[in-house]
């Protein structure tokens, strides 16, 4: 008697819908791959793109425009979609341990999954700071803030900012244009906000050229951003209210942080945002994956694991063992291509081919008012409104391949 057997799908499954699993999984709706299943695991249906996230703070762009739907992109790349937060990986049974559904079967693996601000080693940031990453939950917290300097634009607010690379830079700055065009709508004087920005080096930007730290730094002070260079914070803290302390009636009792730092410095806000360095999750520790000592997946050129052939990774989340790059969009975006030409080779059984990033990089720094600095190695451009008309064209176009 003859059994009916299902045909054999290799299992190909995404964790995480970063830059990179976004270009996968566009490509393989153009070029699918016969005998084999895709699936995307991922936490939410669709996932910021990172390039134009500050043009969005600062209120140049809908909450759509830069967001790519991961929906949209599944149905056309034919892969099943589950909305869950993966929580562990079974790598000797090829299972991958999600919170909320059954273990999902993989041959091949990617992940993609980016990183959160490391806040571990502080103590009460993990508590009381409201961290960059992830994005949904940060921006969650910036409609808040929207909604209430809205209702209440009379009242004075602070902001502290912890981390003084190009991500707490830019943040800075466009939640300063957005918030002041709010006040100046409601007649308030742009006084009523303050922005304080703490930095643990005695520069902005470490790891750009001294040209555009210089001119950075120029740029926050002129804008008045209160900035605490050579700060290291060691605790942010709720603020001790005193007996002698008046609270205006029409404040009420909102409660108020301390950012205090190892000088000695104490910074009093309403609002604190953590951008500092990238750490990774915990869990991916114990996995058995190798990884490098901040936590990330170690790869090789070929942005497979060091120690697990059948394991990818790309963005943030790999650190490339030949090539370490900082951890920036840019580079998750050039890996995408490279990521769906080795998961086919692999799936495929051909020889994978070595990715080599470029060394160096164009980053355009949005200012939130309409400009953008331009930088490449030593060379800078200070900012202009056609650096970031440069800047909008290009992100647009990103977006435009998903759509």
């Known amino acids: 008697m003859q059994q009916n057997s299902q045909p054999k799908f290799k299992e190909l499954v995404l964790i995480g819908g970063g830059h990179s699993h976004a270009i996968v999984l566009r490509m393989f709706g153009m070029k699918p791959l016969p005998g084999v299943r895709l699936t995307l695991i991922t936490p939410a249906p669709d996932t910021p793109y990172s390039g134009m996230l500050p043009g969005h703070i600062a209120g140049f762009y809908s909450h759509n425009e830069c967001h790519i739907d991961l929906q949209k992109l599944a149905r056309f790349a034919q892969a099943q979609l589950y909305i869950d937060r993966v929580v562990d990986f079974d790598l000797k049974n090829h299972k991958v341990i999600c919170a909320n559904r059954p273990a999902v079967d993989f041959d091949v693996l990617s992940v993609d999954i980016g990183s959160t601000p490391a806040t571990i080693s502080v103590s009460g940031a993990a508590e009381y700071a409201i961290a960059a990453k992830p994005v949904p939950q940060f921006l969650e917290h910036w409609y808040q803030l929207i909604k209430k300097v809205t209702q209440n634009p009379q009242e004075p607010i602070s902001i502290g900012i912890v981390g003084g690379g190009a991500g707490g830079v830019e943040l800075a700055l466009s939640m300063q244009a957005h918030l002041h065009h709010i006040l100046r709508e409601h007649q308030q004087p742009i006084k009523n906000l303050a922005i304080h920005l703490c930095q643990r080096h005695e520069e902005l930007l470490p790891h750009y050229h001294h040209s555009v730290q210089r001119l950075v730094k120029q740029v926050l002070t002129k804008r008045g951003i209160n900035l605490h260079l050579g700060e290291t914070v060691c605790q942010i803290a709720p603020q001790q209210l005193t007996s002698n302390t008046s609270v205006p ?147 647009r176009r990103f977006m435009k391949r998903f759509n």
Not at 287 to 292: H, R, Y
Not at 325 to 336: C, I, L, N, T
Not at 338 to 357: A, D, H, R, T, W
Request: a neutral charge.
């Open 249 to 395: 009636e029409n404040q009420g009792h909102e409660e108020r942080f301390e950012i205090k730092c190892e000088s000695g410095l104490t910074v009093e806000c309403q609002k604190i945002f953590w951008v500092t360095q990238a750490s990774a999750p915990q869990w991916l520790k114990t996995t058995g994956l190798g990884t490098d000592e901040q936590g990330f997946i170690l790869v090789k050129d070929t942005l497979q694991s060091q120690t697990h052939p059948e394991v990818f990774a790309a963005g943030d989340i790999a650190t490339m063992i030949n090539h370490p790059h900082p951890k920036a969009g840019v580079f998750a975006v050039r890996q995408g291509k490279p990521l769906f030409e080795n998961l086919q080779q692999f799936l495929l059984g051909k020889p994978l081919k070595p990715y080599i990033p470029q060394r160096q990089y164009l980053s355009l720094i949005g200012t939130g008012d309409g400009k953008a600095i331009a930088t490449r190695g030593f060379f800078t451009l200070p900012p202009h409104k056609l650096l970031w008309w440069w800047k909008d064209w290009i992100d």
